[in-house]
Every structure is written in C-alpha cells, then in structure tokens.
C-alpha cells in the first residue's frame, strides 16, 4: 500500500508589484511602509513638516520605490500627493472603505503595513483625479462655491435687520440684492429715511408700484438695527469684490488649459438660453471658452447651463476615455443603480452614497426640467408620477450623464427633441406592436376615419 503523499497548495498572492509601499497620513505625522528586502527599518516615521515631506520623498527614492498609495484623509492627503507626484512617483489615492483593515489590533504601523501589502498585490484601484491644470480649475471653483455660500449668509444678515425694523422690502422685493434693493439699502445706510424718497429708486420692471413700496419702507429706523445692516452689506459688498477676483483668476486659468483636438471648429452658435443667465454666473464666456476645450456645445441641452457644464468638467475632465463605458461613468457620478443580486435575482436596487460634486449638479439640473417642454422634461414628468420626485431626478441626472458622455467621446452636435415628438414615441411603438400582433394572426389594421 503506497502512502499517499500531502499537497500542499501555496496561498500566496504574487507580487504584481515590487516597488509599492504605503503611507498612513495623520494630522501631526505620516507612517511610511516599503518592502523588507528594500531599507532596514522597513516601516518610517515622518513629521507633517514641507522639509519632512521631501525628506521621505527622497527616501522612497532610496529604496527603490516607484509607486505609492495612501488612503484620502481629509485635506492631509494633498499636500503628500503634489510633492510626490512631482517627485516622479506614481502616487495612488484609494477610498478607505476599499482598505478596511480587518478585525483587532489597529494601530498606525500596521494600517501602513497594510496598505504597503494590497498595493504590491495590485488589489487597490486609484480613484479617480483629472489633470493637473483641470484640478487647479476644480481648486478656483470650489472656492468661488464657498465664497458664495458666504456671501448668502450676510444676505440673510440684511433681510434680519430690516425685518426687525420693520422694513417689509422683502415683500414687494423678490430679490433684495437686485438694482433696487441694493440702492433702497444703500440710501437707508447713507441716511435717508422718507419712504417716498427712497420709493424713487424703484426700477420700472418691478411688479409692484411706487405706493405699496413707499408704505413698506416706512420703518421704525433704530440705529442698532442700521449698524447691523450697514455691517452686513460690508460685507455682501467685499464678497462680491473678492468673486469678480476669484472669475478673474478662473479666466486666466482657463488660458492654460490646451483643448483635446487641434481641429479647426465652427463658429460657436448664439446662446438659445439667453434668458437663463444665472445671477451667480461669472461675467466671462464660460460658454465659449467650454467649447474651445471640448470642440461640442453642451449648454445646447436642456437642463444644462454654463456653470453646471463648467462644475461637471472640472471634477470629470475633458477626457471622457478614463471610463470605459457610459455605465461606468454614471456609476462613477452616483446616480446609476446599484442592484444586489443573489441566486440570479435582484433583490435590492439602490443608488450609492458618493459624495460627487458632479453628480449633485445634474440632479439640481435634472429638478429644473419640472416646467420645461422638451424631451427630459417629458421623461422627468413620466419618471416622477411613476416613481416619486425625488427618483426622478436620479433617473433624469442619469440620462443627463450619458448624453454627456456621447456628446464627450463622440463630438456629434445636440438633437433636440420637444416634448410632444417624446410623448408621441410610445403611441408609435403601441402601434407597431398591434401591426405586428395583427399580422401574426392574418389581419390588418384600418384606421378609422376621421370625424367631421
């Protein structure tokens, strides 16, 4: 009887790539992992420090390193990944949740040691970031939203004060920052106090009349409440000036950035949403200078204005080839589902929870098809009595995003469609459907005629 011999089936995983290591990034230090075989304390620590941060860049290069990945921790993260990429390293930023480490002892050595480990086996896939001059584009705009957000806030500081004069202007007002609520604010800081006099400066487009906005500006004038709207409109004032610096520096920066194609384009077309021009939008041509880069006008579609175009190009990038399908790239933006699927059924169908800019701005976009009359708002009003308004600005930011993505990688011009040629698509192929029904079973179908 011949004994058999034990096998014994290696459970390693080869090594797809040597030359990895991995950082844990704190707020006061950074822990940085390379191979074993590579330096003799295989696992560094490096304080937070400019000079810090080159010195364990010039020690990666010391041990041979050649890529690095890190985990995106807050804003940490930034300053570690522009040295490093300038450095020449290929540096790789993951989603946490793509690296939990697994149950017990948790600790900064080993959460390093950890991600040295999956990056060498080439298990961790870097999220996605456009280029360098896209990502100082993204970098001016998200700090113009913020300043934006600012502002509103001492918006909200002036409609307080004159409320609590009892100056009603926000009633005969729809917006207190037009021409004639920015001069009825101006003068009652300068002074004046006769509602009739400050009625003059009513703008000949405003709904309501010269007398029911005399009788809302008489107030009862305390000086507490006119220094706090005095204080308040500083401040709108000096956020405003620091936005037309902040449009400035965007339009220098769109200067830089190269388009993808050297073709010749047409001439860009007039603007058919003349009247969509937002009050926040910069005072530059966003729209002609979109279109030098892309070589395609999408503000054409429904829904989509300058700045939304202009917010979902600085987080996506022009080039529309880092996502090998539509469905990727919806995914990407969060507003795809994603169905959980086991003995062949579906048995949940959600959409993730991503925190995307981009795909935040087609949902906003989606929600202003609501009154529109073209084809997505035909689709928007059908998604939302089937489903609900709140999945109809998924389904529709969906359809908005693969028309980008079209648009993008093929460079073809917008169709439109109105409303009645979309409502009149599922008559046409109910009708095709009985033509066929009817032939199967040897009949035709005869139209009736048409009534008197």
């Keep these: 009887m011949t004994q058999k011999k034990k096998v014994t089936e290696d459970s390693s995983l080869p090594i797809i790539q040597p030359d990895a290591a991995g950082l844990d990034i704190g707020a006061s230090e950074i822990w940085a992992c390379v ?17 810090d941060l080159h010195t364990l860049a010039a020690w990666l290069k010391t041990c041979g390193i050649k890529t690095v990945a890190m985990e995106s921790t807050g804003v940490y993260w930034i300053p570690i990944f522009e040295i490093l990429e300038a450095a020449g390293f290929e540096v790789s930023l993951v989603n946490a949740r793509h690296i939990k480490n697994v149950p017990g002892r948790k600790s900064d050595v080993q959460d390093c040691q950890w991600i040295q480990r999956l990056h060498s086996y080439g298990l961790l896939s870097a999220s996605f970031r456009p280029e360098a001059e896209m990502c100082a584009l993204r970098a001016y705009l998200r700090h113009r939203s913020m300043l934006i957000d600012y502002r509103a806030a001492h918006i909200q500081h002036m409609q307080k004060a004159l409320q609590q004069m009892n100056v009603q202007l926000t009633q005969v007002l729809s917006d207190i920052t037009g021409v004639t609520g920015l001069e009825m604010i101006r003068a009652i800081v300068q002074g004046e106090r006769d509602p009739l006099q400050l009625a003059r400066f009513r703008d000949p487009r405003c709904k309501s009349s010269a007398d029911e906005i005399a009788k809302a500006l008489t107030g009862n004038y305390r000086a507490e409440h006119v220094f706090a709207l005095q204080q308040a409109l500083g401040l709108y004032d000096f956020y405003t000036q620091q936005l037309q610096a902040c449009d400035r520096q965007i339009e220098d920066q769109y200067s830089v950035l190269k388009p993808r194609f050297d073709d010749d384009l047409p001439p860009l077309p007039p603007d058919p949403k003349i009247n969509s021009h937002s009050k926040n939008a910069p005072d530059f041509d966003v729209r002609g200078n979109l279109y030098r880069l892309t070589g395609v006008d999408l503000t054409v579609v429904d829904g989509l204005d300058d700045s939304t175009v202009q917010l979902v190009l600085s987080e996506t990038g022009t080039d529309i080839s880092k996502w090998r399908t539509e469905k990727h790239f919806c995914s990407w933006l969060g507003v795809a589902p994603h169905n ?51 999945q109809a600005n998924v389904a529709t930011a969906h359809k908005l995003a693969r028309i980008i993505y079209h648009l993008l990688k093929h460079r073809q011009p917008y169709q439109q469609v109105s409303a009645k040629e979309y409502d009149q698509q599922p008559c046409d192929r109910h009708l095709k459907s009985l033509q066929r029904q009817a032939a199967q079973l040897g009949y035709g179908l005869t139209p009736l005629p048409t009534p008197a």
């Design 35 to 51: 191979p074993a075989t590579r330096a003799a304390p295989a696992v560094r620590s490096f304080g937070t420090f400019t000079p």
């Design 340 to 390: 959980d699927i086991t003995g062949g059924k579906v048995i949940r169908s959600r959409t993730l929870k991503v925190h995307n800019r981009a795909g935040q701005a087609l949902r906003l976009a989606a929600q202003s098809l609501s009154r529109s009359q073209s084809a997505l708002a035909a689709f928007y009003r059908r998604m939302r009595a089937r489903l609900g308004g709140e």
